[in-house]
């Protein structure tokens, strides 16, 4: 397309923004609801920054995680998408000239070299790369979100010393639902205009 269309906004934020946030914080939720509800918090406290349960090196962990699975994830749903052309590409965006751009939307570094569609399976390399492309997202989102969401923590904390206390219900849960809920309301959609844009250049 030489424009954004009505279509492909609706797509990209509607579908993979409004429907990520809907997803990934369900699936958060009950991923939380699990781990913590069953927890002996008498033997293993739920806290701020201490081991065994740290709701702090929860949420990094899962930003890792959820970043890097919806990274492939999109891929898949993109591929498939733009195959049975659900979705025209962006084509109004120039191919980057940096050589770190090119390298991050896996073009050639030579500028002026065809862009040409891979059809064999990935190595394992080919693996790392994209996972690798899904931690930038992590690392993004975890320098704008965490310190924040951390911040929230303590206010629903009970103070103890050095740390915050938490019952099983129902901080935990609502934390992770708003976190991943949030997170991949911010990251999705960037992923989906990442393939979008690649296709207009292929």
């Excluded at 109004?92 to 751009?101: A, K, M, T």
């Excluded at 690392?139 to 924040?148: A, D, I, K, R, S």
């Excluded at 103070?159 to 938490?166: I, Q």
């Amino acid at each position: 397309s030489s424009r954004f269309t009505g279509h492909q906004l609706f797509y990209i934020f509607g579908v993979h923004g409004i429907g990520a946030l809907i997803v990934s914080g369900g699936i958060n939720f009950a991923i939380a609801y699990a781990m913590y509800t069953t927890q002996d918090t008498a033997t293993k406290p739920i806290r701020l920054w201490q081991l065994p349960n740290t709701l702090a090196g929860d949420a990094a962990v899962t930003m890792i995680i959820q970043c890097i699975i919806t990274w492939f994830v999109e891929l898949i749903i993109l591929h498939f998408d733009l195959s049975q052309r659900s979705v025209q590409p962006i084509g109004f965006i120039p191919p980057p000239s940096n050589s770190l751009l090119r390298c991050f939307f896996f073009l050639p570094r030579d500028a002026t070299a065809e862009t040409k569609k891979q059809l064999r399976p990935w190595s394992f390399i080919e693996v790392i790369q994209q996972a690798l492309r899904g931690f930038c997202f992590a690392v993004v989102g975890f320098l704008l979100l965490w310190p924040v969401f951390v911040g929230v923590l303590t206010a629903f904390g009970d103070k103890e010393g050095g740390d915050y206390y938490y019952r099983r219900k129902w901080v935990p849960e609502i934390f992770k639902l708003v976190l991943g809920g949030v997170l991949g309301l911010l990251t999705t959609p960037w992923m989906a205009m990442f393939w979008l844009v690649k296709a207009g250049w292929e």
